[in-house]
């Protein structure tokens, strides 16, 4: 993620902590987005944890490649194709 410098003493960075955010369990239905080569992988995991704490509704979807960024970048690949048919069907 890109921050300007001292980002961590602006206010509004408490809401990038999961664990502390209170208002997460306002969100609506959460897709979590992960894969074996996804650097974040273990974040994710843990993000649904936290959405499970908080009764916050989610799927986890945990296939394919590409890495964090493969289905943003790489859409039209077939693994990601089924990824996002996966969403469109929820």
Excluded: Q
Excluded at 14 to 38: G, H, M, W
Excluded at 61 to 74: C, L, P, Q, S, W
Aim: contains cysteine; negative net charge.
């Amino acid at each position: 993620m890109v921050f300007p410098r001292k980002y961590n003493k602006d206010p509004r960075y408490k809401y990038l902590l999961f664990d502390d955010n209170r208002n997460i369990s306002l969100l609506p239905p959460v897709s979590v987005i992960t894969n074996a080569t996804d650097e974040l992988r273990e974040m994710s995991y843990h993000f649904t944890d936290i959405l499970e704490k908080a009764g916050v509704k989610y799927s986890l979807y945990d296939k394919g490649e590409g890495g964090h960024m493969g289905i943003i970048f790489e859409p039209y690949e077939v693994n990601n194709m089924e990824i996002i048919r996966y969403l469109c069907s929820e």
